[in-house]
């Protein structure tokens, strides 16, 4: 117990990366992981759920093994945005999950734009973790990389995933360059995003709080 207690969060996150509400997505993140050897995957944060999950959070370039080894939204400011939205909205954790339109990380590569043909290698694990979330009825497309292999979603996707009326919302990324501007206008470009994942909710069955 006393070694319990001295964990950080950080690692009681890592921790419980195998939990059985998270458990199906770690293990396709580790097969991924298994396809391109010496390759690294980031994981899904454990607060999210696999049976809760209704809106996917699709980030166009994240991938840096610096840090806790989960998918962010992005620098610190992306994820302050994407945490203050949550909050304002009344959007659980749990009922959203973050993924990668490339999610691997090749060895002594540059985590830079990604090229047509990742976001086209990007597809398949898409359409994997869709198949594991089957509450999950919208995707929020967040920067053009991600824009681009909705749309290739939207194309291939079974009708297993179209009888749920999937739709994709396309939004700006939440960090670096897509927020230069002055604060009136970054102001103005959170609001977008924050009124897509408001008609997400409300898509979804949810009530968003403001």
Known sequence: MQDLATETREEQLWNRRFEPHIAEVTGLCDSLKEQKPGSEVLYVDPVHSVD???????????????????????????????????????????????????????????????????????????????????????????????????DQLMKAAPQSIHRRGFKTFKVRSLGGRSFAGSPTRQQEYLDLIHGAYAEAMARTGLTPVS
């Open 52 to 150: 809760e999950c209704r809106i996917i959070s699709l980030f166009s370039n994240t991938r840096t093994t610096e840090g806790s080894g989960f998918i962010v939204p992005g620098d610190a400011n992306a994820t302050t945005r994407m945490v203050g939205m949550q909050w304002q909205l009344g959007l659980r954790p749990e009922l959203m999950m973050p993924w990668n339109v490339y999610p691997w990380i090749e060895p002594d590569g540059e985590p830079g734009k990604l090229t047509p043909a990742n976001i086209t290698e990007g597809l398949k694990p898409l359409l994997r973790l869709l198949a594991i979330v089957p509450r999950t009825s919208v995707l929020v497309a967040h920067g053009n990389e991600a824009h681009r292999l909705a």
